[in-house]
């Protein structure tokens, strides 16, 4: 039972370029979601999915787009890199809580950091 | 909107000594709580969690947290820190309009001093 696994862990980038963040969880959780972390900002939500095929923005989704083809997948995509993308990216797995009225204890990734030149 | 705040941006603790770090939430109903604790170059550990019912919450590691509806807080305490203990601590609440998504305070560094 790995958890939840990222790759890759480290990545350079020039500016314009693109690439693809990929995030697989093997506890059959529905809810997945992308948050980055800058210094003194915390972690702030750029996407989530509540389930296979379904995708929604959170508070910095400027810049990402994101897919869920599969269940424990979750992609996170740079169409065109900015230096202001410099970050740490933090997946993260979660399932509904009975009702489904929250959920359950967020299982978050090692993380990958990204840098972008 | 959901928020946290977490007014104290760095913490100095002698080893042995007792520790509180401060929550703060603005949120309507009852809040979805949590505290994270992040290691250098590390993941997110959940340390505990608050959904309902005893308003303290025992966690990982000696942690415990107290919810205070009347505060608006959530702080957590240890009795007695470990130098182990140095790390990042984050406190967290639930968006229930995000997929549940976790909306994060900006974090209490921990130093540990000998």
Not at chain 1, 17 to 27: G, I, K
Not at chain 1, 76 to 102: H, K
Not at chain 2, 56 to 68: H, M, R, S, T
């Amino acid at each position: 039972n790995a958890g939840v696994t990222q790759t890759p862990k480290f990545r350079v980038l020039k500016t314009g370029q693109s690439m693809t963040l990929l995030c697989a969880q093997d506890m059959n959780h529905e809810y997945m979601y992308w948050y980055r972390q800058d210094p003194g900002m915390g972690l702030r939500l750029i996407h989530y999915s509540v389930g296979e095929g379904t995708t929604a923005k959170g508070e910095v989704p400027d810049g990402y787009n994101v897919s869920r083809l599969k269940k424990q997948n979750f992609l996170l995509g740079l169409e065109s890199a900015a230096p202001s993308q410099t970050s740490v990216y933090f997946c993260a797995s979660a399932r509904p809580t009975s009702g489904a009225t929250s959920t359950d204890t967020q299982y978050f990734g090692p993380g990958t950091r990204l840098t972008v030149l | 909107a959901q928020s946290v705040t977490q007014p104290d941006i760095h913490i100095t603790v002698s080893e042995g000594a007792s520790l509180e770090l401060r929550c703060n939430y603005s949120y309507g109903a009852t809040p979805y709580l949590f505290w994270y604790v992040q290691s250098p170059g590390q993941g997110l550990q959940l340390l505990l969690k608050y959904f309902s019912g005893d308003t303290l919450v025992q966690g990982i590691k000696g942690f415990e947290a107290e919810f205070k509806r009347s505060q608006s807080s959530f702080n957590l305490r240890k009795p007695s820190v470990h130098w182990s203990d140095a790390a990042e601590y984050f406190c967290a609440v639930g968006i229930s309009n995000s997929g549940y998504a976790l909306n994060f305070g900006k974090g209490t560094s921990l130093l540990v001093t000998p």
